[in-house]
T-cell receptor
Framework: AQTVTQSQPEMSVQEAETVTLSCTYD???????LFWYKQPPSRQMILVIR??????QNATENRFSVNFQKAAKSFSLKISDSQLGDAAMYFC?????????????FGTGTRLQVTL | GAVVSQHPSWVICKSGTSVKIECRSL??????MFWYRQFPKQSLMLMAT?????????EQGVEKDKFLINHASLTLSTLTVTSAHPEDSSFYIC????????????FGEGSRLTVL
């Protein structure tokens, strides 16, 4: 079975600084997808970024980028120029295949605090 | 992005009663919907996968007779918690996917159930 591990229950970053959230996963598959979701206090899950395992290039979305290390099964999220609005729970997630809407397996989450 | 709406957003019920939660895809046809459960300060746990016009597939440990899922149309899935008990109190989140949209998942706002 696939598992997703987030070893940092809480992280804190000062506004405008950079923070990295860690995620490791375990799978025997070679073709899969990885995601980072943000859950603000409103509880609405918001997709931050996604990475296809077959792509070597790390995904980026504005201030958000990932460091995908397939051999190490590591998928960290870097948030640059942190903003107060980035404060939320961040979940790393794995999907075997999203071409036909496969289910997501979530990590336990990292609560990110952004301070002034 | 696509919109997925859940209703009600918050419901309180007495122990022993049944509660229905609706999940609607407002601007796309969802061939697959997923129901998750999230306990306070915990991750999302997949309960079941719902495909339009067929029976839901439940995850191990989820009682299908207690959590009835119906996906009668391409825009609506319902989760009915039957004979609810206080331990069923939780946050329930649905997500919807469409093959036409490349299988990307869109999440509802969630429904908080409190059973007295």
């Amino acid at each position: 079975a696939q598992t997703v591990t987030q070893s940092q229950p809480e992280m804190s970053v000062q506004e405008a600084e950079t923070v990295t959230l860690s995620c490791t996963y375990d799978t025997s598959e070679s073709d899969y997808y990885l995601f980072w979701y943000k859950q603000p206090p409103s509880r609405q899950m918001i997709l931050v970024i996604r990475q296809e395992a077959y792509k070597q290039q790390n995904a980026t979305e504005n201030r958000f980028s990932v460091n995908f290390q397939k051999a190490a099964k590591s998928f960290s999220l870097k948030i640059s120029d942190s903003q107060l609005g980035d404060a939320a729970m961040y979940f790393c997630a794995y999907s075997f295949n999203t071409g036909t809407a496969s289910k997501l397996t979530f990590g336990t989450g990292t609560r990110l605090q952004v301070t002034l | 992005g696509a919109v997925v709406s859940q209703h009600p957003s918050w419901v309180i019920c007495k122990s022993g009663t049944s509660v229905k939660i609706e999940c609607r895809s407002l601007d796309f046809q969802a061939t697959t919907m997923f129901w998750y459960r999230q306990f306070p300060k915990q991750s999302l746990m997949l309960m079941a996968t719902s495909n339009e016009g067929s029976k839901a597939t439940y995850e191990q440990g989820v009682e299908k007779d207690k959590f009835l899922i119906n996906h009668a149309s391409l825009t609506l899935s319902t989760l009915t918690v039957t004979s609810a008990h206080p331990e069923d109190s939780s946050f329930y989140i649905c997500s919807a996917s469409s093959i036409a949209r490349g299988g990307e998942l869109f999440f509802g706002e969630g429904s908080r159930l409190t059973v007295l």
